[in-house]
């Protein structure tokens, strides 16, 4: 892959943060400013399928269309010379959710009563601002669809960040992007809704409702505040 300050204006190459099976994900400097971006491009097999390239700048379109302190900001969008996608972030230091919750593990795990408690309100606090940032999303129609504890970055003043949008379905008045097909699941099956488990896209694409599924911006809530709870609770003989 050629030399991305060549290839992508106004952004200059700093290094790779990480590879996966879409793509390549990198640290970035603005040129214009110098803000720090994490620039996403995903292979050129994925940029050659119709679908995929569709589900990508669908992605990209949703989060360019959400403001809010609690979601990752959209910063620019291309292709390279060589047909890979492109898009540019805000990069967001800090620890993801897990990181996070092995801290706590580590500050309170061997704590009892209410050292413990103090570890639950915390991770509610957290928890809360997640849901602002999820309800502002669900406010112009947009669903996520794979909130997970490794795609929420705490800041390093602890205000947590909602990251990749890259499964997420929109809205613009009753049309409705219908990039997932009947029977294909979409989402992380331990975080993810019931209906996604299910494979139900007509029940998971409905407008955001203020009633959340006991999945979805849920999942990584009662798993998290139950490892830390269960500490509390003396073993039965």
Same mark, same amino acid.
């Given at each position: 892959?050629?030399?991305?300050?060549?290839?992508?204006?106004?952004? /200059?190459?700093?290094? &790779?943060?990480?590879?996966?099976?879409?793509? #390549?994900?990198?640290?970035? %400097? %603005?040129?214009?400013?110098?803000?720090?971006?994490?620039? &996403?491009?995903?292979?050129?097999?994925?940029?050659?399928? @119709?679908?995929?390239? @569709?589900? +990508?700048?669908?992605?990209?379109?949703?989060?360019?269309?959400?403001? $809010?302190?609690?979601?990752?900001?959209?910063?620019?969008?291309?292709?390279?010379? *060589?047909?890979?996608?492109?898009?540019? #972030?805000? +990069?967001?230091?800090?620890?993801?959710? #897990? !990181?996070?919750?092995?801290?706590? $593990?580590?500050?309170?795990?061997?704590?009892?009563?209410?050292?413990?408690?103090?570890? =639950?309100?915390?991770?509610?606090?957290?928890?809360?601002?997640?849901?602002? @940032?999820? /309800?502002? @999303?669900?406010?112009?129609? =947009?669903?996520?669809?794979?909130?997970?504890?490794?795609?929420?970055?705490?800041? $390093?003043?602890? !205000?947590?960040?909602?990251? $990749? +949008?890259?499964?997420? *379905?929109?809205?613009?008045?009753?049309?409705?992007?219908?990039?997932?097909?009947?029977? /294909? +699941? =979409?989402?992380?099956?331990?975080?993810?809704?019931? /209906?996604?488990?299910?494979?139900?896209?007509?029940?998971?694409?409905?407008?955001?409702?203020?009633?959340?599924?006991?999945?979805?911006?849920?999942?990584?809530?009662?798993?998290?505040?139950?490892?830390?709870?269960?500490?509390? =609770?003396?073993?039965?003989?």
């Amino acid at each position: 892959m050629p030399h991305l300050a060549m290839d992508i204006p106004d952004f /200059e190459t700093l290094r &790779k943060l990480g590879a996966g099976g879409q793509g #390549t994900v990198w640290l970035a %400097r %603005r040129q214009s400013d110098g803000l720090r971006a994490a620039i &996403k491009i995903i292979l050129h097999i994925h940029a050659d399928n @119709a679908r995929a390239r @569709a589900r +990508f700048e669908q992605g990209v379109s949703v989060l360019a269309a959400l403001d $809010d302190p609690g979601i990752v900001r959209h910063l620019a969008f291309g292709t390279l010379p *060589t047909g890979e996608l492109w898009h540019a #972030t805000e +990069f967001v230091p800090g620890r993801n959710l #897990t !990181e996070y919750l092995d801290d706590l $593990d580590a500050r309170f795990g061997v704590q009892r009563g209410s050292q413990s408690r103090l570890a =639950v309100e915390e991770i509610v606090a957290v928890f809360v601002r997640v849901c602002r @940032a999820v /309800e502002a @999303a669900h406010r112009v129609g =947009v669903i996520h669809r794979d909130l997970k504890p490794t795609n929420i970055i705490l800041r $390093d003043d602890g !205000e947590p960040v909602i990251l $990749d +949008f890259g499964h997420a *379905t929109s809205y613009a008045g009753d049309d409705r992007a219908q990039l997932t097909v009947t029977g /294909e +699941f =979409v989402g992380s099956p331990r975080y993810a809704a019931p /209906e996604q488990v299910l494979c139900q896209p007509g029940r998971v694409d409905e407008r955001p409702s203020p009633r959340p599924s006991p999945g979805g911006r849920g999942g990584p809530a009662s798993t998290h505040v139950g490892r830390s709870t269960a500490r509390s =609770v003396p073993a039965r003989p």
